[in-house]
């Protein structure tokens, strides 16, 4: 298993503002992915991020807005760019060291 | 592509009365699906509930119960007896094997049991 540990646990910010996730596991891991839920939606796969090389980004979800950086195999930041309302949302990072999906405990973004 | 539907909250059950949710898959990309029943109780992540690799088998974990039935595509969770403590939002996940692999999930049911 793996820990995750991520930060801040819940932001709010001014629409146009970026800000930053953190990600940190316990131990080295292969891939991390980021998720983001909107309130009573589905978990959304936002991108997959492998040490030194670029996040693959899925569909919906672009490098500029949501830039990743995974410089080890411990640590991932998320930067939301020009925030807005419409991001407002749950983000989670994850890791899959098995055959089991792992969570952060996730960051309650509000924009406003 | 892949896909889950699960039955979609609020779930509401008096305690110690039986429980299903359903969860149906579509894995049009996935030769050997890995299915997986996560939680999230009030005010802590998610985290696995049970998991089933192989098709016919069924997954157990804290009284619930889940069996990956290929034939029909369905994986639902199943508890014979409700606590109120199982109060929490219930996600239903597919995969494929492997550690690169993401999972799609379903939209999570809430589910609140009654005293």
């Known amino acids: 298993s793996v820990l995750l540990y991520q930060k801040p646990n819940r932001d709010i910010c001014q629409s146009g503002t970026s800000l930053k996730i953190q990600c940190v596991a316990d131990?080295?891991?292969?891939?991390m992915f980021w998720y983001q839920q909107f309130q009573e939606q589905s978990l959304m796969l936002m991108a997959t991020?492998?040490?030194?090389?670029?996040?693959?980004?899925e569909s919906g979800f672009t490098k500029d807005k949501f830039p990743i950086s995974r410089p080890n195999l411990t640590f991932s930041t998320l930067t939301v760019n020009n925030a807005r309302p419409g991001d407002s949302s749950i983000y989670f990072c994850?890791?899959?060291?098995?055959?089991?999906?792992?969570f952060g405990s996730g960051t309650r973004l509000t924009v406003l | 592509g892949d896909s889950v539907t699960q039955t979609e909250g609020p779930v509401t059950v008096s305690e110690s009365e039986s429980l299903i949710i359903n969860c149906t898959y579509s894995?049009?990309?996935?030769?050997?699906?890995?299915l997986f029943w996560y939680v999230r109780y009030p005010g802590e992540g998610l985290q696995l509930l049970l998991k089933?690799?192989?098709?016919?088998q069924k997954g157990s974990s804290r009284g619930f119960e889940a069996t990956y039935n290929k034939e029909t595509t369905s994986f639902h969770l199943q508890k014979a007896s409700v606590q109120e403590s199982d109060s929490a939002v219930y996600y239903c996940?597919?995969?494929?094997?492997?550690?690169?692999?993401?999972?799609?999930f379903g939209k999570g049911a809430k589910l609140t049991v009654s005293p």
């Open positions: 994850s890791s899959r060291p098995a055959e089991t999906l792992y």
């Open positions: 131990s080295q891991v292969v891939s």
């Open positions: 991020a492998n040490e030194g090389s670029e996040a693959t980004y």
């Open positions: 894995a049009t990309s996935i030769a050997y699906p890995n």
């Open positions: 089933v690799i192989t098709a016919g």
């Open positions: 996940a597919l995969g494929a094997q492997g550690t690169g692999s993401k999972l799609s």
